[in-house]
């Protein structure tokens, strides 16, 4: 059944204006440099590019050129500039707009020809290269399915890109007869329908996928420290608890408090206390293992759970943990204020009757003793 062009261009303007609005109703309330609007933008730009094709036979040839491959190539550098912005890289003006600014002046000056063709197809193909490279950037890695949903849409454009013009280089299309020309122009109208789609539902699913892990950090993340929350290291612990317990393995479990923290507060301000917190937060968790656990507890107290860790090892690392806190001042201005830590450990092996909440109250009972024998020291229950 022959593809019926004018439609097509009616159908794909429709569909890529209806997700320009529908992205911009999302984007409603940021500011004007998130990466939603840039994306918006994008499709409207697209969607306008097919106006402008649309209107074959009614504009000059050289305009039809002109504007066509302008808004086309501004709306894939909106596109890489919404990924980037959406991955917080900042772009240069030249590297979103060299395309836009050269190409199209270029193809103005060059007659209907294959070599015009291969010269826009190529600015295409380079700046769909340019998307695709910035989704699986190790440098600034995106997480979820949207960007497969991207990936999938970019690389079925390109491919189809690839195969009308080297159909023609080959001599496989004539794209000078008009068949030819009306059966690809159709292919490509209908791959950019599934396109627009699959690139506005894609940057979507982006968006939410890094707002629901975001809302997940909030609940399950300390904010001050970037540790785990005294939620999200119960749920560590409990599963913790309940693989030794099946598998008979040992787990060691570290309960630790900073001495004096209320004189810290009181001597440089609370907002020198939250600094020491960081520190030793991030002290701490620089010398665990992968494996190993720790979370804010509450207060100026933190927890560690060291999976497949008998109490040998766990007495090892807890004295390495309070001799780096004691050897690692904070700076806070002017100050370098020394802090250290008590640590109650409790160890070994779990018992059939051992709950997360038994294993805390054992470790917090050592720590209670590690204070009460004056503070800065491990204290095992031994």
């Not at 997700?19 to 911009?24: D, E, G, P």
């Not at 890489?80 to 900042?90: E, H, I, M, S």
């Not at 968790?285 to 992968?290: D, P, T, V, Y």
């Not at 806070?332 to 051992?354: F, K, Q």
């Amino acid at each position: 059944m022959p593809l019926d062009v004018p439609t097509l261009f009616v159908v794909v303007t429709a569909v890529a204006l209806l997700m320009a609005f529908w992205v911009c109703v999302m984007a409603w309330g940021q500011p004007a440099g998130d990466a939603l609007w840039a994306w918006a933008f994008a499709l409207g730009a697209y969607a306008a590019s097919n106006v402008i094709y649309g209107m074959r036979g009614h504009l000059p040839a050289t305009l039809l050129v002109l504007f066509g491959n302008i808004t086309n190539m501004a709306a894939l550098a909106l596109m890489l500039l919404a990924v980037r912005r959406f991955q917080g890289v900042r772009l240069s003006l030249w590297q979103s707009l060299a395309p836009v600014l050269l190409v199209p002046p270029l193809l103005t000056l060059l007659p209907p020809s294959l070599l015009r063709s291969v010269i826009s197809t190529g600015a295409y193909l380079l700046q769909m290269a340019l998307v695709l490279r910035a989704l699986f950037d190790s440098q600034h890695p995106l997480q979820g399915r949207g960007r497969y949903m991207l990936f999938s849409a970019f690389a079925g454009m390109s491919l189809i890109l690839l195969l009308r013009t080297g159909g023609a280089a080959l001599g496989l299309i004539d794209l000078s007869q008009p068949d030819d020309r009306m059966t690809w122009q159709g292919i490509i109208l209908l791959g950019a329908i599934c396109a627009v789609l699959s690139i506005a539902l894609g940057f979507v699913c982006m968006t939410m996928e890094r707002a629901e892990q975001r809302n997940y950090e909030l609940a399950m993340k300390d904010v001050l420290t970037g540790l785990s929350n005294r939620r999200a290291i119960s749920d560590v612990l409990q599963v913790a608890v309940a693989r030794a317990q099946r598998h008979g393995q040992l787990l060691s479990v570290l309960m630790l408090d900073i001495d004096h923290f209320k004189r810290i507060n009181d001597s440089y301000g609370h907002q020198a206390g939250d600094v020491v917190l960081r520190s030793v937060a991030q002290t701490l968790s620089s010398r665990l293992r992968a494996q190993d656990e720790i979370g804010r507890f509450g207060g100026e107290e933190f927890l560690v759970v060291l999976p497949d860790t008998g109490l040998d090892g766990a007495l090892i690392l807890a004295e390495a943990l309070r001799a780096a806190i004691e050897a690692t001042p904070t700076q806070w201005g002017a100050h370098r204020i020394a802090a250290t830590i008590s640590i109650g450990l409790r160890g070994g092996m779990v018992a059939g009757g051992d709950t997360a909440d038994s294993v805390v109250a054992a470790a917090d009972a050592a720590l209670y003793r590690a204070k009460q024998g004056g503070r800065n020291r491990v204290d095992s229950g031994g």
